[in-house]
């Protein structure tokens, strides 16, 4: 039986938008990959990477799906990742502009037999576009007030990514 592992999923530039995940940790990364694309609803046609980092934030691996030294994301598992103690993983659904998710490690969690793995077990925000120039944040989720909600100005003088 597989172990049960559960992931946080952040958007590093992005202060509002989180899942959590629980998945089995003989799940390959392209697998993942698949989910992610899936439950998000990214363009399945991108080049994607994961990279790999340990406790102290030093890089561990870094697998494509080609191989990009450290082997390619369908002969990966989660469970491989955790035995390199790379319990960061970044997901990096961009790789010209380096835009990715941020998957960290929680804990393992129990097996419940009347599930179906892999699935969401949390969610707040909105799910950030794949191909969006910035993201949401407190600050522009929150009015300012005399503000109306809802004033999509793309040109509201904001940070782009």
Do not use: C
């Amino acid at each position: 039986m597989s172990t049960i592992l559960r992931y946080k999923v952040t958007f590093h530039s992005n202060k509002v938008f989180f899942r959590e995940y629980e998945l089995r940790d003989d799940m390959t990364l392209f697998a993942l990959n698949k989910f992610l694309v899936n439950d998000l609803d990214f363009a399945p046609d991108q080049m994607i990477a994961f990279r790999g980092y340990g406790p102290d934030g030093k890089l561990k691996a870094m697998w494509g799906l080609f191989d990009l030294g450290s082997g390619t994301i369908d002969g990966v598992s989660l469970a491989k990742t955790l035995a390199m103690e790379a319990t960061t993983l970044h997901y990096v659904f961009d790789l010209t502009k380096n835009k990715y998710m941020v998957l960290s490690f929680v804990s393992e969690v129990e097996y419940l037999s009347h599930v179906s793995y892999p699935r969401l077990v949390a969610e707040k925000g909105r799910i950030p576009g794949q191909f969006d120039s910035k993201y949401d944040t407190l600050d522009n989720l929150t009015p300012e007030l005399g503000e109306e909600i809802g004033d999509d100005d793309p040109d509201d003088g904001g940070d782009d990514e």
